[in-house]
């Protein structure tokens, strides 16, 4: 059943994607639609560069059987084509990728969640802002993933509210990680 659910929450954009998009609006984009976790939204788009796919998404929690439909025929059509470009099956391949990249992601996480260092710079951060959060944002190479530690500070920042402090660089060839101050 999780499986089911996955694959159809690939199948949330904020413009761009209608029932009567044509074939080409939507050519190497893989799209989702509810509600998912932002590490597996990021396990799929760094899956979907060795495919030279985009992943978007086409709508929140609520969506119609009609986009559904139209999902599934979009999806129908672009995985034809990548079962051309890249062999039958490409499609298992992809989805096995991107649980594979999901887990690399978790590893990654899991090696800084809990260090004082890091904790402590969230918390001098928050006390410092308004808040601060830690956020995945690339994938520097095979088993390297760059973190980025924001602040929340409308007064200091109006223009973007988040900005980043600090980017968390993490390893796993090495299980470590470091630490940048941004400038």
């Known amino acids: ?3 089911i659910i996955y694959i159809l929450i690939l199948l949330i954009s904020f413009g761009g994607f209608s ?30 560069k060795e495919y030279n796919l985009e992943v978007k998404g086409v709508a929140g929690c609520m969506v119609s059987h009609e ?20 062999g039958i099956g490409a499609k298992k391949r992809y989805e096995k990728n991107v649980e594979l990249e999901l887990a690399q992601i978790q590893k990654s996480y899991d090696i800084i969640k809990d260090k004082k260092d890091i904790k402590k710079l969230l918390r001098k951060e928050k006390r410092e802002n308004e808040g601060s959060t830690i956020s995945l944002n690339n994938k520097l190479g095979d088993g390297v993933y760059s973190w980025s530690i924001y602040c929340l500070n409308s007064e200091k ?16 060839t090495q299980m470590d990680y470091s630490i940048n101050q941004i400038k």
């Not at 223009?159 to 796993?172: F, G, M, P, S, T």
Request: charge should be neutral.
């Open 1 to 3: 059943m999780k499986k």
């Open 157 to 172: 920042y109006p223009e973007k509210r988040w900005n980043a402090e600090y980017e968390v660089v993490v390893d796993l």
């Open 67 to 86: 986009l559904v439909d139209s999902v599934k025929s979009v999806h129908l059509r672009l995985w034809r084509k990548m079962d051309s470009i890249y």
């Open 19 to 48: 029932q009567e998009s044509t074939d080409s609006d939507n050519q190497g984009q893989i799209l989702y639609y509810g509600l998912m976790s932002y590490l597996r939204i990021k396990a799929m788009e760094f899956t979907a």
